[in-house]
């Protein structure tokens, strides 16, 4: 039961991920327009979220138990805070961020680094982590790594998906942004709760 | 011949591949934003965008007949005339392939027209193959037409929103904080003029869009196809719907000369469509399923065949 419950928290995350980055260009459209300039920033934000999200979670994933647990509650507070602050106040700073930097592309760079790089590292630095939590139950590192980031991609292309064509379409992104912040919540609080059974790395 | 003149021959082509294109011809670019046709048969210049329906006429312009508005709703952009006769300052965003430009610049040669262009690549082919030379009086500006308005502190007596991408409207383009600061651009008696398509369910929520910032909004469907200029203004009264009201077209026409038939648009005022667009949506920055709506066909069978 809770390997049914972690798998479908890799989902959501995956889910949480991509369909934020559908949102983070609706927001940035009124601001910078929709053209393959601001993919290009938005891409190349994510990507090295992911990147750096990922190494700071095989960080975290080494670390003893009480350092660890306390990393991961941190990356989730830390997540979930940057999240609340793009839901909140994220359409007020893009104003004064247009407003600040007379270059388009300089204001795209601080817009996607300020508002949306940060909650997607601390997301992805759950992925080794949860690659972790499957080693340590006897599947090997190989397999784990395999199937976390296999479904954790299906949760991505759902997230895409979803929001593209089943949300976007019918409510506002503020409220997008809203539901994303308790799914967040309750996704990490979850996956936080079932990664302190990991026992101890012998790396640690 | 030596093998080295050889070798600096394409250098001596260089000038010729730059000259303006002659004859027939039919080239394609991509751009960042754009993927563009320019066809040219005969003294007639094609631009047109590519995009899922096939290619979008942007604008045509005859070389010979530079000021003749070979697609039609161009001429319909000067029902802005019947609302704000005497502009001095117009703010145009979009270029496309400036055949309105023409002849506005020649029909008022002491007024302002600035443009606002996206595409540095459509004001390069507008330039070399559609013949159209920027002046003091018709300047262009390469930047996003709502970043223009944004940090435009000056007011405008015409506002014309034309800019498509490929057949579509950027949904930031389409909002009602987008009007809202139009209007605030806007001189207290301007006219916000925009080319509206009216297939698709698009058309309706852009209407309930725009009198949401406008109080007051006039349709004039091109031809009785698809393209629809609404003109928005400012203030309640006087009312603006009433033909009767409005300038002589007749003396308005005589800078166009015959260009343009204002006595036809006129003619082509349709009424407001209320039910459909109480039904429509309001689009917002926080919520604008553009490109939803824009694949949502309307009832064609109202449109004239």
């Known amino acids: ?204 | 011949m030596k093998i080295r003149h050889l070798l600096f021959l394409p250098l001596l082509l260089l000038p010729a591949l730059a000259a303006e294109k002659t004859g027939d011809y039919v080239e394609s670019f991509d751009t960042t934003y754009n993927s563009l046709t320019v066809e040219r048969r005969g003294s007639v210049v094609e631009l047109r965008a590519r995009s899922r329906r096939g290619e979008y006429i942007e604008s045509a312009v005859d070389l010979n007949d530079p000021l003749k508005q070979v697609v039609g709703y161009t001429r319909t952009l000067y029902s802005g005339l019947f609302f704000q006769p005497k502009p001095e300052r117009v703010l145009m965003i979009g270029l496309g392939g400036a055949a309105f430009h023409r002849l506005f610049a020649a029909a008022y040669p002491s007024v302002l027209l600035q443009t606002v262009e996206l595409d540095p690549k459509v004001l390069e082919l507008t330039q070399s193959r559609l013949g159209f030379k920027p002046t003091d009086q018709t300047p262009v500006a390469l930047m996003d037409g709502r970043l223009y308005v944004k940090r435009s502190t000056q007011k405008w007596d015409w506002i014309i929103l034309d800019a498509f991408r490929g057949g579509y409207v950027p949904p930031h383009l389409k909002t009602q904080e987008f009007y809202r600061e139009c209007a605030a651009r806007l001189a207290d008696n301007g006219v916000f003029i925009t080319n509206l398509h009216a297939t698709t369910e698009l058309f309706y929520a852009d209407l309930k869009t725009l009198k949401s910032v406008f109080p007051q909004v006039v349709l004039f469907n091109t031809n009785g196809r698809g393209n629809v200029i609404a003109c928005a203004v400012k203030y309640q009264t006087p009312l603006m719907s009433v033909p009767a009201a409005w300038p002589d077209p007749v003396t308005l026409n005589a800078p166009l000369q015959d260009r343009v038939d204002l006595r036809l648009v006129r003619s082509e005022q349709i009424p407001w469509p209320t039910a459909e667009v109480a039904r429509a949506p309001l689009l917002t920055d926080d919520f604008a399923p553009v490109e939803f709506l824009d694949v949502m066909k309307t009832n064609n069978t109202k449109e004239k065949q």
Do not use: K
Not at chain 1, 51 to 57: C, D, E, K, P, V
Not at chain 1, 77 to 87: E, K, N, P, W
Not at chain 1, 113 to 137: D, E, H, I, K
């Open chain 1, 1 to 204: 039961m809770s390997l049914i419950v972690f798998h479908t928290l890799v989902i959501v995350l995956g889910i949480l991920s991509m369909g934020f980055q559908l949102l983070a260009s609706r927001l940035l459209n009124p601001h910078f327009g929709s053209s393959i300039i601001v993919w290009a920033w938005l891409i190349s934000t994510f990507l090295l979220a992911f990147s750096l999200g990922s190494m700071l979670g095989g960080w975290i994933s080494c670390q003893p138990r009480p350092r660890r647990s306390r990393l991961q509650v941190a990356a989730a507070v830390l997540g979930v805070l940057t999240l609340a602050f793009t839901a909140f106040f994220g359409r007020a700073a893009l104003d004064q961020i247009e407003i600040a930097f007379i270059d388009p592309g300089t204001g795209l760079l601080v817009s996607c680094l300020g508002l949306f790089f940060v909650p997607v590292t601390m997301l992805s630095s759950f992925g080794p982590q949860c690659v972790q939590y499957l080693a340590a139950r006897g599947t090997t590192p190989g397999a784990a790594s395999g199937l976390i980031y296999g479904i954790s991609t299906v949760g991505n292309i759902a997230g895409v998906m979803l929001t593209a064509f089943a949300l976007i379409p019918h409510f506002p992104v503020s409220s997008l942004l809203y539901l994303w912040l308790a799914v967040a919540v309750l996704s990490l609080g979850g996956l936080i709760a079932i990664l302190r059974t990991v026992p101890e790395s012998p790396s640690s």
